[in-house]
Each structure stands twice: as structure tokens, then as C-alpha cells.
């Protein structure tokens, strides 16, 4: 557990400069969801919250073109960071797997029960009503408009979530449901889900 606590400290000092979207609060939002997963799953969670702690370490802008290299450069930092402390290789060869595979835009499935739980604790926190502020949060920050005004709700046209953030809920939170691994995050997913529909159909009464 010291490890932990050391861990926790270099996640929040590389994160201090990150948008809300993606500070250390969204990984500590991560790391509870995946505490929950790890004792619904009867899984020992070292590893787990270690990915956890470290998969968001380096994290560029959802504009910036090297955006979807982030998990590759948290991936390689965390090595780093494990070699220093002397954790055993196979750990390492696992929690750089599981960082590597864990982003959406990657479209990868993990092939570890580490990568798994990673990624499904760190969907959870981009649906439901914390994932609507950080859609809305990222959208702010990079400048986007909220809605498409000739069509909001993508009934004709493929959703582009780099011009509105309305297109996110189409493009990829409604999607996130169906791609959950673990029994809890799927049953949570659902709930989530849930609160995304109601609020798009909130949304259509208002617009």
C-alpha cells in the first residue's frame, strides 16, 4: 500500500495542470470504480489501481494532435516509474499492456483481466451524469460549439464530436454501454446510460 501512496502522489503532481475533464480527480473517480469492480470481480486489485494511478500520467489535450499517443507516452512513463521501484517485470509487461490498451480511440480489446477492469473503471467516469460535465468540460476547453443547429441529434448526418459536443454522446458515450468487459460495469454502465438518454430527451423539449 506504501506504493500506492507513492504512486498517488506522482499521478496528482503530472496532473496538476490538466483540464477538469482529465485531472487527478477523474483518476481517483477511476481508482473507486475500479475498487468496486476488483471486489465484485473477486480480483487481488494491486495491479489494477496501480494501471489505475498511472494510465492518465501523460495526457494532451483533446485538440492536440498527439492526443491519441497519450496512453502509449503514460504507458512508457510508467515503466519508468515501476523500474525505479523495483516492481517485478511481468507486473510492469502487465500494467504497460493495460495502459496501452485502455483507450477508446485505440479500439482495443484488453487481453488481461488487469486491462480489463482498467478500462471499463475508466469508461464509467465518461457516462452518466459526471460523464455529461466532462463532455461539456472538453468541449469548453477546445473550443467547440455545443449542438449542430440543422441537425442536434445526428438523425441525419455521422456524428463529429471535433465540431459539436452533442456528437460525443453519439459517437462514443451511447456506444460504451456495449463495450463493457466486467459483470458490475456493465450493470453500472446501464444505470449510467440511463441518465445520458433522459437527459438528450430533456434536451429535445428545451432546444
Request: with cysteine.
Amino acid at each position: 500500500m506504501n506504493a500506492l501512496n507513492e504512486l498517488k502522489n506522482i499521478a496528482e503532481k503530472k496532473l496538476a495542470k490538466n483540464d477538469s475533464a482529465h485531472d487527478f480527480e477523474h483518476v481517483m473517480r477511476v481508482y473507486r470504480n475500479a475498487e468496486k469492480i476488483c471486489r465484485s470481480e473477486k480480483i487481488d486489485s494491486k495491479l489494477v489501481l496501480i494501471s489505475v494511478l498511472l494510465h492518465d500520467i501523460v495526457s494532451f489535450p483533446k485538440n492536440d494532435k498527439r492526443s491519441k499517443s497519450s496512453s502509449l507516452q503514460s504507458a512508457k512513463l510508467a515503466k519508468k516509474i515501476l523500474n525505479k521501484m523495483n516492481f517485478d517485470e511481468d507486473e510492469i509487461r502487465i500494467i504497460y499492456d493495460a495502459i496501452i490498451q485502455h483507450s477508446f480511440s485505440k479500439n482495443q480489446k484488453p487481453k488481461t483481466i488487469v486491462g480489463k477492469i482498467l478500462q471499463d473503471a475508466d469508461r464509467l467516469d465518461a457516462i452518466g451524469a459526471i460523464g455529461i460535465a466532462r463532455a461539456f468540460t472538453t468541449g469548453g476547453f477546445t473550443k467547440r460549439q455545443i449542438y449542430n443547429t440543422k441537425d442536434p441529434f445526428c438523425s441525419n448526418r455521422d456524428p463529429n464530436d471535433k465540431s459539436w459536443t452533442l456528437d460525443h454522446f453519439f459517437k462514443k458515450l451511447f456506444v460504451l454501454e456495449k463495450k463493457m468487459h466486467t459483470r458490475y460495469a456493465k450493470k453500472e454502465a446501464s444505470n449510467r446510460t440511463k441518465i445520458l438518454k433522459k437527459y438528450i430527451s430533456d434536451l429535445k423539449h428545451e432546444i
